[in-house]
């Protein structure tokens, strides 16, 4: 997956989802937010990189590199990195 800006794939009710979105908001990257429950491909695109688990947040940057359910200390750590 080919992009330029950070791509999030949550569900509605999913808690660490929306504190993912809060972290991102705070420190001003924009990002995609993908609901996995309303696209298929999107679901099926989290369980190949979670070896099968509809893992979410699953965060997906720019540079190939991804994240699952990170601590916003992780997030905020790869943003600024």
């Not at 949550?10 to 705070?26: E, N, Y």
């Not at 298929?40 to 540079?63: C, K, L, W």
């Not at 994240?67 to 200390?73: D, F, I």
């Amino acid at each position: 997956m080919e992009s330029q800006e950070i791509v999030v794939y949550g569900t509605t009710w999913c808690p660490d989802c929306r504190r993912a979105q809060r972290v991102l908001d705070q420190v001003g990257r924009p990002y995609t937010y993908v609901n996995i429950e309303s696209d298929e491909q999107a679901a099926a695109y989290v369980m190949q990189v979670n070896r099968g688990h509809q893992s979410v947040p699953t965060i997906v940057f720019p540079d190939g590199s991804i994240l699952v359910e990170p601590s916003n200390m992780e997030l905020q750590a790869k943003l600024i990195g």
